[in-house]
């Protein structure tokens, strides 16, 4: 079968740092670390395992990183070469282990990507597991699968963005007949929202301020009405198809980045002119959602989070350069990181975010289909990135690779 995949080759890695700069291309030409090649199927990894067939799998902006090499190399220390990309997903059973209970051939399922201790074959939890949140496992290298954090960025599991990959019982959730596929591949960046906001909710009567209109930031607003919360959502937007979709998905305000001012008086804030940088800001948002991860965005959260508030990131961010931390003592902001899902509290019982994000489909309480923008076969791969990189160009939303013959 064919597959993407991301090798480990440091003079690829050398060579296309160096020209990716100028001619983006070089990243899936060959020339860089992404190799689009016939690979084995994987074999069951053991009794408990299934094999997985793609139906759709989802094009991330974590993906985008790795083939773009805007990771730290650092995080190398956590996979395993060659891994098949692609941790959004869709599909159905197509091979069962000796040991797998409740789950037959033939059913449509998602995975959920990350690779916990109990994944790994561990009975006793680490304390990142036993707490609920296998996304920051701390046997990252351990067990069966070896190193990886997530499918789609472990040899051993293989990915979506191929015909067959692996999963464990555990990681598997059956799709309700109601939800469809399109819904379905978005789950994944979904749960990533539902969890943030899980965590961090804002508090009744509150401004809540998402910084950012791509799939998380989208899927930060459907998270908030979909969870019940009727507080005023302004959102930062980008393009204008972003900011049609955020007011379509609940935003009661949309407004470009860069606007210190429009910002300023739709939180009913104040600014303050320093002799140099940016503007301080008295008042603003209880609680920010940053979904970008960029220098501005992280900037604009920090002085915009209103006194005793909370800044939550999402964004995968690289190391930001020029942050002035100022504004986070002087207004004793809190700032939360939020990474993946896991299991979360919500209406009193403690709930797997996965299936959380599955039943707020089944209910109809939230329909992701229209962030579902383009579909491309596997073989198309060198447009489908070329769109997912280009976002206003294209007008992308979340790009996917469809394994379908319809």
Not at 300 to 316: H, K, P, S, W
């Amino acid at each position: 079968m064919r597959a993407l995949q991301i090798d480990d080759s440091i003079p690829r890695y050398v060579l296309a740092k160096v020209l990716g700069r100028f001619f983006p291309s070089v990243y899936w030409s060959g020339l860089g670390l992404l190799k689009y090649r016939e690979v084995e199927e994987p074999a069951l990894l053991g009794p408990d395992w299934v094999k997985v067939k793609t139906r759709y799998g989802g094009i991330c902006g974590s993906d985008l990183n790795v083939i773009t090499l805007h990771d730290s190399p650092s995080a190398s220390a956590y996979a395993s070469f060659p891994f098949t990309l692609g941790h959004e997903n869709v599909g159905t059973i197509l091979e069962v282990g000796p040991a797998v209970e409740g789950f037959s051939e033939g059913e449509r399922v998602v995975v959920e990507p990350i690779l916990g201790c109990v994944v790994r074959g561990f009975d006793d939890l680490c304390p990142a597991c036993a707490r609920g949140t296998p996304a920051v496992c701390e046997r990252r290298t351990e067990g069966v699968v070896g190193p990886g954090t997530f499918t789609g960025f472990c040899a051993r599991t293989g990915g979506s963005w191929s015909p067959v990959f692996l999963a464990h019982q555990s990681q598997l959730l059956r799709v309700p007949e109601n939800v469809s596929d399109e819904n379905s591949v978005m789950v994944e960046p979904f749960a990533t929202a539902l969890h943030a906001v899980l965590r961090n909710p804002p508090p009744e009567g509150g401004t809540a301020l998402v910084l950012g209109a791509g799939t998380i930031g989208l899927c930060v607003v459907a998270a908030l009405r979909g969870l019940g919360y009727d507080n005023r959502i302004v959102v930062v937007a980008k393009h204008p198809f972003q900011a049609d979709l955020a007011r379509r998905f609940g935003a009661d305000v949309t407004l470009p980045p860069g606007d210190d001012r429009a910002l300023a008086e739709t939180l009913s804030a104040r600014l303050h002119r320093p002799i140099l940088g940016d503007p301080l800001v008295s008042g603003g948002a209880e609680v920010v959602y940053e979904c970008v991860g960029h220098d501005a965005s992280l900037r604009t959260g920090i002085r915009f989070t209103r006194e005793g508030g909370t800044m939550v990131l999402l964004g995968l961010a690289a190391l930001p350069k020029r942050i002035d931390w100022t504004p986070v003592w002087m207004k004793e902001i809190a700032i939360h990181g939020s990474y993946a899902y896991g299991f979360d509290a919500y209406q009193g019982r403690r709930v797997r975010t996965f299936q959380l994000a599955l039943d707020l489909m089944a209910e109809g309480k939230v329909d992701l289909t229209p962030l579902v923008t383009h579909r491309f076969r596997l073989d198309d791969y060198k447009e489908a990135l070329t769109v997912a990189s280009h976002r206003s160009r294209y007008r992308a939303v979340k790009a996917i690779f469809t394994f379908q013959d319809d």
